[in-house]
């Protein structure tokens, strides 16, 4: 057993290597390659992911996991050993289902869709990608349908990203966030608005950009084992654990789109390098899933980086950096700034409140596609009336309305966008977590130490990558099943002080 756990392994890291080598086409493409390579990069992506995709669904790795899977069920559950043959098995069995050649059309019509993406949402032309995203839409049923004997139609493509839940289970859980969010949103919204004018003053990218390294690498981050570059719609990827990296984009105009993004790719990052090393080249080396991924961006974003005790240090250093836009503004200012709650167009700017409002209008509207209820050229306008509807706004344009979000454009429909609000949950339990082990957490991080969280998030959850399913993972870092009420509870008594009702 041990020669055929070896043999397995060397077969995983052919697989492992050629799918990094597709994300390092991608970084590529959405960082410094020319308009020009796209149509080349979407038929190369296409070779390697046919390639990658044969060698995962090969005789010998299917004659390999029906010896071992005995063996690993013999072994302690929490071995690693018992933990890759399970991860390999469904690695296995879900790439079974679909031809190589179909993966192999669908990266190259992303990849190509991407490209048009990009050209399409400055120009404000959604007509230019529409048919792609019909394609889009077919291709996404399609994967789907290789998985036959779901309930919805998104249930396999969910099941991809954040194992274990369906479009019921997601529809429920965000009915009852939803009942906790309106009254909220509702309480701040009646106050008078927040003076956010100091975060819209001129603060040139260099020094933005040389801020946000700073404070990242305090967080944790390693640059030995990382970079940030400029992109589209910012990013983390990864090509090895050793080589794990983040993107962001800089407006001179508004502090917060660049620092918060940075952080945020950052949480991303900093979740891959803490995964054991050991699990390198296996299917174990990456997160357990998109919602577990998500939490740990949103943590460092939202429960740290848009903290009071964040801020308690680093705003001097802020204030160091830009004397002129900020000396004259005090810290509760600033703080208040930074948190101000106001319906707005843009998913990723949008406020801790009503965030998770954007992410449920997206997640609602992918699963009429799916159903075929709506047809992709109706979707800028049931785009703009869920958010009449939902945020009392409505985008004048497409280019901050439905081509926005790059996601669609460069992935399936379905699957994708539940993680975010998955994430925001877990993050204030992982975080709740952490403060009880930890009391001494918020203190430290007033002096500018991150060390005791980030330790407390590499040992109980990052170092174990994906050997657990992400029910599995969160019962065993918090002692208990995912659940609102941490999430809920602490939105409340931070914006509850910010805004009193």
């Not at 429920?172 to 309106?182: A, T």
């Not at 105009?253 to 790719?265: K, P, Q, R, V, Y």
């Not at 964040?310 to 802020?318: A, S, T, V």
Request: include cysteine; charge should be negative; glycine fraction near 6%.
């Amino acid at each position: 057993m041990e020669e055929k756990l070896r043999e397995l392994k060397e077969l995983l890291r052919e697989v492992y290597d050629l799918e990094c080598i597709i994300m390092l086409l991608n970084w590529d493409q959405s960082t410094y390659m020319p308009p020009g390579g796209a149509e080349a990069r979407a038929r190369q992506m296409a070779v390697m992911e046919r390639l990658a995709h044969e060698k995962m669904v090969q005789p010998r790795m299917g004659r390999l996991l029906e010896a071992l899977v005995p063996y690993g069920e013999s072994l302690p559950y929490d071995s690693d050993e018992a933990g890759l043959i399970r991860a390999a098995q469904r690695k296995f069995e879900k790439a079974n289902r679909v031809p190589s050649a179909f993966m192999g059309e669908l990266i190259s019509h992303q990849a190509k869709t991407y490209q048009v993406w990009t050209e399409a949402r400055p120009a404000n032309d959604f007509a230019k990608v529409a048919p792609l995203l019909e394609k889009t839409l077919e291709m996404s049923r399609q994967l789907a349908d290789y998985f036959p004997g779901y309930v919805h139609i998104a249930d396999p493509l969910i099941d991809f990203e954040d194992e274990g839940m369906k479009a019921s289970t997601i529809r429920s859980l965000f009915s009852e966030l939803r009942e906790q969010l309106v009254p909220l949103v509702k309480a701040v919204t009646e106050q008078d608005p927040v003076e956010d004018q100091v975060l819209k003053q001129h603060f040139p990218e260099e020094k933005q950009w040389q801020f946000g390294l700073d404070v990242i690498r305090q967080l944790g981050y390693d640059f030995k084992r990382g970079r940030q570059d400029k992109t589209h719609h910012p990013f983390m990827t990864k090509f090895s654990l050793g080589d794990v990296r983040i993107t962001t984009r800089v407006k001179e105009n508004e502090l917060g789109e660049a620092l918060f993004s940075t952080i945020h790719e950052a949480g991303h990052a900093m979740y891959e390098q803490g995964i054991h090393p050991e699990y390198e080249g296996t299917p174990l080396a990456q997160g357990a899933s998109s919602g577990i991924h998500e939490s740990q961006s949103r943590l460092w974003e939202n429960l740290v980086g848009r903290s009071r005790e964040f801020w308690e240090y680093f705003y001097p250093k802020l204030q160091a950096v830009f004397p002129d836009q900020l000396n004259p503004v005090s810290l509760d200012s600033f703080y208040r700034a930074i948190n101000k709650v106001e319906p707005s167009l843009i998913r990723t700017d949008a406020d801790e409140l009503t965030y998770n409002l954007h992410v449920m209008i997206r997640f609602d509207l992918e699963l009429a596609l799916l159903e075929g209820k709506l047809a992709v050229k109706d979707l800028p306008e049931a785009w703009r009336e869920r958010y009449r509807t939902d945020l009392g706004i409505a985008p004048p344009d497409d280019r901050d309305g439905v081509l926005q979000d790059v996601h669609w454009y460069v992935a399936t429909i379905g699957g994708v966008f539940q993680g975010y609000t998955l994430g925001n949950i877990l993050s204030a339990q992982f975080y709740d977590a952490a403060r009880n082990a930890h009391p001494e957490i918020p203190a430290e991080m007033r002096q500018g130490n991150f060390y005791t969280l980030h330790h407390w998030l590499k040992e109980n959850v990052y170092r174990h990558g994906s050997k657990y399913t992400p029910e599995e993972l969160v019962q065993k870092a918090t002692g208990q099943s995912l659940s609102i009420e941490p999430y809920v509870r602490y939105l409340k008594t931070k914006f509850g002080q910010l805004y009193p009702w």
